[in-house]
């Protein structure tokens, strides 16, 4: 026989025949504590799993998963079991938990596992005594079937549901399996527009018309009134004479009673509005009065349900809208907003680009920019913030403290001790552009190059005759490098 190669996880216990699921935990030290807290039990491969009748033994080779293997025998058959892994024995999880759930609240059921199915397991069927039968489907292959009298539907997590079906009741139920630290556990769902909502079966209860969860519970009560919750009651009218009553035989009447419907329909469909779908709503309403067809009653159930997703947010999650920032008006609406707007987008600007540039902002591009910022200030008014307005004060008196820019740079002084670098001249041959040349034609003799001036030779001789530690006198006016008043 050749070898199983691979990992199987679940198993029953006691006999092949057995209904009682087992299952193996993957690290090695939890499958020896499971394996010691069942010391006297048998595994098997059992049949209501869909495998053969051999027995299982557990195996943790080091490096790998813990898993139950088969033992070898002369007359072991090949195993087809088609799911070995931690969701094989789920249906037989669902029997045993949701039996015992039954038990729990008084009610005697049988449950069985058809085996006329295309595999096993596939399907629960439970009939709880004078509630009508609970049918669970697990298999995803399989193609929803619509439900019987007195038949509630269950599905799978995967299994695809029927969207009349949603929108006709509402919701759907769905049943699915988590594993835990004693093997799985069988929680319940509700499947509203958008989104899914689990329940353990604590939080459940079967009622004499099904299943039933905390979500149901709700949209069973939103549903119960006669108008949805979001609709505007019927204003009082006025009363009229009989003679402007229409009788609904009337053929006028027809026409606008299916004018009315069409109307519903386009807003159902189409991309209407909330207030136009409301007021569609309430003019069907208000012609079905005396009765309506069952497409009828159908579109004013699909227009209810639309209603109350919109306004009341059943089953529905509404997109978070971004928190506008004060102050700041949107750039997406600068289209037709007021001059103080404007103004109180733009101090934002300014103090966004005043921070931005701190510490590298000049003393005269300073004061201009918070010159603009107060003229623009003053024209916002109330549309800035508490926080702005303080702000604007601080970059003021951080202006007013700062020092005056200086008017004009001073020219070099021509002194051979002056600092400043000197000026270059065109190298010889060098020929210059009209503009250029006619500047160094009028340019002073002693803003030239120290170098190729004469001065610059006497003062460099001069200046050697000067006696040492003789401080440098000071210059009210010239040069930065204050040296106007050294020999020359």
């Not at 033994?57 to 033992?71: D, E, K, Q, S």
């Amino acid at each position: 026989m050749p070898r199983d190669q691979r990992l199987v996880q679940t198993a029953v216990m006691g006999s092949a025949e057995s209904e009682i699921p087992a299952l193996l935990p993957m690290q090695a030290d939890h499958a020896r504590a499971f394996r010691q807290a069942h010391a006297g039990q048998t595994f098997w491969c059992g049949q209501w799993l869909g495998g053969c009748p051999g027995r299982l033994t557990i195996r943790t080779p080091a490096g790998r998963v813990a898993h139950f293997v088969h033992l070898p025998g002369p007359e072991h058959a090949v195993c087809r079991r088609a799911s070995v892994g931690i969701s094989g024995a789920d249906h037989l999880y669902i029997k045993q938990q949701l039996l015992a759930w039954l038990a729990g609240q008084g009610i005697a059921a049988t449950a069985r596992l058809p085996e006329d199915t295309e595999r096993l397991g596939g399907e629960v069927l439970f009939e709880p005594g004078g509630h009508g039968c609970l049918r669970v489907l697990l298999d995803q292959d399989a193609v929803s079937p619509a439900p019987a009298d007195g038949t509630q539907l269950v599905l799978g997590p995967h299994v695809a549901h029927d969207p009349h079906r949603l929108t006709v009741d509402g919701y759907v139920l769905r049943i699915r399996c988590d594993t835990d630290s004693t093997g799985r556990r069988v929680v319940i769902g509700t499947q509203l527009h958008g989104h899914t909502q689990w329940f353990s079966l604590d939080e459940c209860h079967l009622k004499p018309w099904g299943l039933s969860t905390p979500a149901v519970e709700e949209v069973r009560r939103l549903r119960s009134s006669s108008r949805p919750l979001a609709a505007f009651p019927h204003r009082a009218t006025p009363a009229r004479s009989d003679a402007a009553v229409r009788p609904v035989a009337a053929p006028q009447a027809a026409d606008d009673r299916r004018e009315v419907f069409v109307a519903l329909r386009k807003a159902v469909e189409g991309e209407h509005t909330t207030s136009a779908l409301r007021h569609c709503l309430t003019q069907a309403e208000a012609a079905a009065r005396s009765g309506a067809s069952a497409e009828e009653n159908d579109l004013l159930r699909r227009a209810a349900d639309l209603l109350l997703a919109r306004e009341r947010g059943v089953g529905v999650s509404a997109p978070s809208s971004p928190t506008p920032r004060r102050g700041r008006v949107s750039r997406a609406g600068r289209t037709g907003q007021s001059r103080a707007g404007q103004a109180a987008e733009a101090v934002a600007d300014l103090l966004d680009t005043l921070e931005r540039r701190r510490g590298h902002l000049r003393p005269g591009e300073q004061q201009r920019l918070v010159a603009q910022l107060k003229d623009k200030a003053e024209e916002a008014g109330p549309w800035l913030t508490r926080q702005q307005r303080s702000r604007i004060d601080a970059w003021d008196k951080r202006t007013q403290q700062a020092p005056a820019a200086p008017k004009t740079k001073p020219a070099r002084c021509g002194s051979p001790f002056c600092r400043r670098p000197p000026r270059r001249l065109p190298r010889a041959g060098q020929q210059l552009s009209g503009a250029r040349a006619a500047a160094h034609a009028a340019r002073p003799p002693q803003l030239l190059s120290p170098l190729m001036s004469t001065p610059w030779r006497t003062s460099r001789a001069t200046s050697s005759s000067t006696p040492p530690g003789s401080a440098r006198p000071s210059a009210g006016t010239g040069c930065a490098c204050r040296s106007k008043d050294w020999p020359n």
